[in-house]
């Protein structure tokens, strides 16, 4: 299974915005099997997107638990998120979560959930994919988390 995520916030930043995430699984045949849509108070687009991924990290991550096993591929057109969970979080938890700056990691906390289950060994393969760049599943997980359609 493939899964595409996807966040948006309305009035990113400012008090009282609106946001969401949009989530797409798709089968080895290019069915889609899987659809998700949540939308939230007081957010920002970074949040919606980090939630996206640990959504499918908790429900479809895959238990290495010693044995290989193929992990599902995620894709997200957040490079921040990318970033974050594939490289960042390992330097910051390394540092008792401090970046570089001297500052504490914005959406400290959903990195860390993404974190502590990695580190209990479940694993997704993330990805970055191009966004709105006409990739029909990211196309729609977007419209999902924009609110546009709904599942």
């Not at 998700?36 to 290495?64: P, W």
């Not at 957040?78 to 390992?90: E, G």
Request: aromatic share 12%; glycine share 10%.
């Amino acid at each position: 299974m493939t899964f595409y995520t996807d966040g948006s916030c309305l009035q990113n930043g400012k008090a009282n915005a609106k946001g969401g995430y949009g989530i797409v699984g798709v089968d080895d045949n290019g069915s889609v099997q899987f659809v998700r849509a949540k939308r939230s108070d007081n957010t920002t687009n970074n949040r919606e997107e980090l939630k996206a991924i640990l959504y499918v990290m908790l429900t479809a991550g895959v238990h290495t638990g010693g044995d290989w096993v193929q992990p599902p591929i995620v894709y997200s057109d957040s490079a921040y998120c990318v970033n974050t969970f594939n490289d960042w979080m390992f330097r910051w938890a390394a540092n008792n979560w401090i970046k570089s700056d001297g500052k504490t990691p914005e959406n400290l906390d959903l990195i860390q959930a993404y974190f502590d289950h990695y580190m209990n060994g479940y694993r997704i393969d993330l990805r970055k994919v191009k966004g709105h760049a006409g990739e029909e599943w990211n196309e729609l997980a977007d419209m999902l988390a924009t609110g546009k359609i709904s599942p």
